[in-house]
């Protein structure tokens, strides 16, 4: 009697084993987790690593410099970008004035030129012999060294430059903060005696807080990944110090442990807008039952709304455009040559191919988690999407670690085994380069897959199911559809950013394989302005179009939904 279950134990347990193998679809998602994660981890291991001595060096003569301007950097672009963005945005969500229409969409633009190309453009007209100071000296009658002038390539030039071109990043989120924000709420306010004014400082910013923040931590993880403009400025920054440590002093360890060291700043800053998140919290407990009210502005008051909109407009876009659009079309940059056109090609296809490759991972890591909900799935998503927050630098040094040591084996082998060398086979091609595009931005097309699948409900899914469809079959009949414009707006911002992306390019791009960017910053650290200026106009030309294709995508959300509304 008590051996008579023996028999039937034996068959159950394969059974077993195979209802739990994994899917090959969670397989492949953890795969691509890690191997994204890669570069992080190579530069954290890789900083404990035996050097050169170099660290100590560093350590006693430039690190406070490069501490304290990052420091001094945070504090002014994330001052700056929440002074001009937050404004702007109660603007044109909250109020009616000429031109509102237009800038809602149009404040958006300065995202399409990068830092440095801004910097390359006002230093050019505001240098000595730029046109401002040469028509205030043909004004004044003074000669050069009679008067004072603000040096525009200081650190306070730089964080302008920056709260320039970043600001749209608290622009767009508090605006979407204050859209979402309860009609009633504000009408409270306006009855308790608020004005307009008051109603906008005690009501609606702090309901837009944790928005605001995220937009100004947006801003200043972009401040900390740069280096075109903090190199041309002289701006000794991590980034500078991570580009001479590795190649100016050709210690890949320094390098590595500066990168660790910019890797903990970046760390902290996160750390403090998530704690800013959790110690005070808004919530809001009443639905919009009808569109926010637009408080209409006559006279003076409307002429310094369109001062607050069209001035962030005009020094982060217009301006540094007509510069670079004068300089390229009345000097050498007329004669756009095979070069420039090469160029282009070179970036365009890296922009392209790195967004297509991007939105095909997001698809995976996003599908693979909506099928086979679980730690697996969630932790391969969040690895792979940890890159967004870490400078081009720092990626760049992560991939160049690994990709020389798997280079070096396998040549290390095959000289073993067959007495053939094969050299370098990652390192320094334009898949190492796309690697590094793809760790950095990845984050960007995964989140906007995500939020999107989130919103189809899992009932579309079983009924597919029921009719016989595959997983593959259900995502390209039943939620590509749906998912179209989120597609579109993934792969637009991957392609924006790959196309102004300096720091891993110059780290990474193979030898004479140069983009818009990498050539820009070679000619203007030349200080030949005139002919920077083609490439940088290109830059900004192939940012331009999906810019302005996502803003009026948003702009025109918005005046459906206010339609929707009874």
Same mark, same amino acid.
């Given at each position: 009697?008590?051996?008579?279950?023996?028999?039937?134990?034996?068959?159950?347990?394969?059974?077993?084993?195979?209802?739990?193998?994994?899917?090959?679809?969670?397989?492949?998602?953890?795969?691509?987790?890690?191997?994204?994660?890669?570069?992080?981890?190579?530069?954290?291991?890789?900083?404990?690593?035996?050097?050169?001595?170099?660290?100590?060096?560093?350590?006693?003569?430039?690190?406070?410099?490069?501490?304290?301007?990052?420091?001094?950097?945070?504090?002014?672009?994330?001052?700056?970008?929440?002074?001009?963005?937050?404004?702007?945005?109660?603007?044109?969500?909250?109020?009616?004035?000429?031109?509102?229409?237009?800038?809602?969409?149009?404040?958006?633009?300065?995202?399409?030129?990068?830092?440095?190309?801004?910097?390359?453009?006002?230093?050019? /007209?505001?240098?000595?012999?730029?046109?401002?100071?040469?028509?205030?000296?043909?004004?004044?009658?003074?000669?050069?060294?009679?008067?004072?002038?603000?040096?525009?390539?200081?650190?306070?030039?730089?964080?302008?430059?920056?709260?320039?071109?970043?600001?749209?990043?608290?622009?767009?989120?508090?605006?979407?903060?204050?859209?979402?924000?309860?009609?009633?709420?504000?009408?409270?306010?306006?009855?308790?005696?608020?004005?307009?004014?008051?109603?906008?400082?005690?009501?609606?910013? @702090?309901?837009?807080?944790?928005?605001?923040?995220?937009?100004?931590?947006?801003?200043?993880?972009?401040?900390?990944?740069?280096?075109?403009?903090?190199?041309? /400025?002289?701006?000794?920054? /991590?980034?500078?110090?991570?580009?001479?440590?590795?190649?100016?002093?050709?210690? @890949?360890?320094?390098?590595?442990?500066?990168?660790?060291?910019?890797?903990?700043?970046?760390?902290?800053?996160?750390?403090?807008?998530?704690?800013?998140?959790?110690?005070?919290?808004?919530?809001?407990?009443?639905?919009?039952?009808? @569109?926010?009210?637009?408080?209409?502005?006559?006279?003076?008051?409307?002429?310094?709304?369109?001062?607050?909109?069209?001035?962030?407009?005009?020094?982060?876009?217009?301006?540094?455009?007509?510069?670079?659009?004068?300089?390229?079309?009345?000097?050498?940059?007329?004669?756009?040559?095979?070069?420039?056109?090469? *160029?282009?090609?070179?970036?365009?296809?890296?922009?392209?191919?790195?967004?297509?490759?991007?939105?095909?991972?997001?698809?995976?890591?996003?599908?693979?988690?909506?099928?086979?909900?679980?730690?697996?799935?969630?932790?391969?998503?969040?690895?792979?999407?940890?890159?967004?927050?870490?400078?081009?630098?720092?990626?760049?040094?992560?991939?160049?670690?690994?990709?020389?040591?798997?280079?070096?084996? %396998?040549?290390?082998?095959?000289?073993?085994?067959?007495?053939?060398?094969?050299?370098? *086979?990652?390192?320094?091609?334009?898949?190492?380069?796309?690697?590094?595009?793809?760790?950095?931005?990845?984050?960007?097309?995964?989140?906007?897959?995500?939020?999107?699948?989130?919103?189809?409900?899992?009932?579309?899914?079983?009924?597919?199911?029921?009719?016989?469809?595959?997983?593959?079959?259900?995502?390209?009949?039943?939620?590509?559809?749906?998912?179209?414009?989120?597609?579109?707006?993934?792969?637009?911002?991957?392609?924006?950013?790959?196309?102004?992306?300096?720091?891993?390019?110059?780290?990474?791009?193979?030898?004479? /394989?140069?983009?818009?960017?990498?050539?820009?910053?070679?000619?203007?650290?030349?200080?030949?302005?005139?002919?920077?200026?083609?490439?940088?106009?290109?830059?900004?030309?192939?940012?331009?179009? @999906?810019?302005?294709?996502?803003?009026?995508?948003?702009?025109?959300?918005?005046?459906?939904?206010? %339609?929707?509304?009874?």
């Amino acid at each position: 009697m008590s051996a008579a279950p023996a028999p039937t134990a034996s068959p159950a347990a394969p059974a077993s084993r195979l209802r739990v193998r994994p899917s090959p679809l969670v397989v492949a998602a953890i795969f691509v987790g890690a191997l994204l994660i890669l570069p992080i981890a190579a530069v954290a291991i890789h900083s404990f690593a035996p050097g050169q001595g170099t660290w100590a060096h560093l350590a006693a003569t430039v690190l406070p410099s490069y501490v304290g301007n990052t420091l001094w950097l945070v504090v002014l672009v994330g001052a700056g970008v929440v002074m001009v963005g937050v404004p702007a945005a109660w603007m044109v969500a909250m109020c009616e004035f000429p031109g509102r229409r237009a800038f809602e969409w149009a404040l958006v633009l300065p995202l399409a030129a990068p830092s440095y190309v801004a910097a390359y453009a006002y230093t050019d /007209f505001f240098q000595p012999a730029g046109p401002a100071q040469t028509a205030l000296r043909a004004l004044a009658g003074w000669q050069v060294g009679d008067y004072w002038f603000p040096d525009i390539r200081s650190l306070p030039g730089a964080a302008v430059m920056f709260v320039a071109v970043l600001y749209p990043y608290v622009y767009l989120l508090a605006r979407a903060a204050f859209l979402e924000q309860s009609a009633s709420t504000i009408e409270a306010a306006r009855a308790l005696g608020c004005t307009a004014w008051g109603a906008f400082v005690r009501v609606a910013v @702090p309901l837009a807080r944790p928005a605001i923040v995220a937009g100004m931590t947006l801003a200043l993880m972009e401040t900390l990944a740069d280096f075109g403009t903090v190199a041309y /400025f002289g701006v000794p920054t /991590f980034t500078v110090g991570i580009y001479r440590a590795w190649f100016a002093l050709n210690d @890949p360890v320094a390098a590595a442990q500066l990168s660790l060291a910019l890797l903990l700043f970046v760390a902290l800053l996160i750390a403090a807008e998530r704690w800013s998140r959790g110690s005070a919290r808004y919530f809001q407990t009443a639905g919009r039952a009808k @569109p926010l009210p637009r408080y209409a502005l006559r006279g003076r008051r409307a002429a310094l709304a369109v001062l607050a909109c069209a001035l962030p407009l005009l020094f982060g876009f217009v301006a540094p455009a007509a510069i670079l659009a004068g300089l390229t079309f009345a000097g050498e940059g007329a004669r756009l040559g095979t070069r420039f056109w090469g *160029l282009a090609a070179n970036t365009l296809t890296l922009a392209i191919f790195t967004a297509v490759l991007a939105l095909a991972v997001s698809l995976l890591l996003a599908y693979a988690h909506r099928l086979h909900p679980g730690r697996w799935t969630e932790g391969a998503a969040r690895l792979a999407g940890m890159g967004y927050a870490m400078p081009g630098s720092i990626i760049a040094v992560g991939a160049l670690i690994p990709l020389g040591a798997f280079d070096n084996a %396998v040549d290390a082998w095959m000289r073993a085994t067959f007495g053939v060398s094969t050299g370098l *086979l990652l390192t320094g091609t334009v898949a190492a380069l796309v690697f590094a595009y793809l760790v950095r931005f990845l984050a960007v097309s995964l989140q906007t897959v995500e939020a999107s699948l989130a919103k189809i409900t899992p009932s579309m899914d079983g009924a597919a199911r029921t009719l016989g469809a595959k997983p593959g079959r259900i995502l390209m009949r039943v939620h590509a559809p749906l998912l179209r414009p989120s597609l579109l707006a993934a792969l637009l911002i991957v392609f924006v950013d790959v196309t102004k992306e300096l720091p891993a390019t110059l780290l990474l791009r193979p030898f004479n /394989f140069d983009t818009l960017a990498v050539h820009a910053y070679n000619l203007a650290a030349d200080e030949r302005l005139a002919e920077a200026a083609a490439a940088s106009l290109g830059i900004v030309a192939a940012g331009l179009l @999906p810019i302005i294709v996502l803003a009026r995508a948003a702009a025109r959300t918005r005046a459906e939904a206010d %339609v929707a509304l009874p």
